[in-house]
């Protein structure tokens, strides 16, 4: 079973990733240490999935100790966190507790920013659902939940002490919410790995069609790629912003239409469109890769419609970001596949005529 060891301030921890991962489950909790209670968050739709599945692996975890939750977009927020705050405090979990977070991205960050902020910090183990959560969210220890204003605004770095990352579990996923995960594995192919882009361009069939061979190759090479880039730079100080590639564009997506139109992946799909428009529009990036870019986006399948997102709202949102800097937008822009720049400043010129071209781009693939 590959095990990814990845460094960080609280310790190092471990991924695990496989297909049946989920018998690891309780040997990863029990080797945290003496614990006083194991108490699950997750999403109705999940527990309904696999529930049965992780109380079979895992002896402490029972009705009352496991707390639901709606996992859409809109619903992460502070209020969701102060209801799993009271729900576990009702419960009695006390210092000593481990949460155990199964679900996708919204449940893993929810869960994670409640593990940080109960009792100032409880245990944590990350079992992520979808391919969006296995590949990315929650690896890395960034928690959070969104305001009105932007997301992930509010959250803290607090890693896990586990990740158990079971690709059984993508197959009961809806296929919209696993197309939306392709998008991040693009991302780290564009930004760190040629060899892991040029395996997409390749197989991208086999990956829609959730082939095992292909996700037990993929999945833990994103990983790995993470690992490599946390470990260097845990508290995004630095080089941890290439992930963000496609993001700044994509979380102002989500927070301009409410949380509501996009799924998360979906949005970053638009933007890695925006980057590379970007990229090209600045001669970063030469035309016959950025067009390899926006290939292998698209082959994906087709993302939802822009609708009718105005410049001057993103604009507001965008200077709002998490990684600007004295309300100057920083971008992450493509160089090369594998190569990216981070922190590049643009004019408001450039940025509202790329998202006047992606309304175009939006039209003519809707004919």
Known sequence: M????????????????????????ES?????????????????N????????????????????TFLF????????????????????????DRRAVIVAVGGGVVGDVAGFTAASYLRGVRLVQVPTTLVAQVDSSVGGKTGVNLPEGKNLVGAFYPPRAVIADFETLATLPHREYRSGLYEIIKYGAIADAELFRFLERH???LLRCDPAALAWVIPRCIRIKARVVAQDERESGLREI?????????????????????????????????????????????????RVIRLVASVGPLPRLGAIRAAQLRRILAGDKKARGGRVRWVLPRRIGK???????????IARTISELAEIDAKARG
């Open 2 to 25: 590959p095990t990814i060891r990845i460094p960080s301030s609280h310790g190092a921890y471990r991924v695990f990733c496989s297909r049946g991962a989920l018998a690891r489950a």
């Open 28 to 44: 990863a909790i029990e080797g945290l240490g003496d614990s006083t209670g194991t108490f699950v968050l997750s999403s109705p």
């Open 46 to 65: 999940v527990w309904r999935h696999w529930g049965r599945t992780l109380a079979k692996r895992v002896r402490g975890v029972r009705a009352n100790r």
């Open 70 to 93: 709606d996992d859409s977009e809109s619903a992460k927020n502070l209020a969701t966190v102060e209801l799993l705050c009271r729900a576990l405090s009702q419960a009695g979990a």
């Open 204 to 206: 991208m069939l086999p």
């Open 243 to 291: 992930l963000n590639f496609g993001h700044t564009f994509g979380h102002a997506l989500e927070a301009v239409t409410g949380y509501r139109r996009f799924l998360h992946g979906e949005a970053i799909g638009w933007g890695l469109y925006a980057a590379t428009l970007l990229g090209l529009a600045t001669t970063r990036i030469p035309e016959s890769e950025a067009t």
């Open 340 to 350: 990216v720049q981070r922190g590049v400043e643009l004019p408001w010129k450039l």
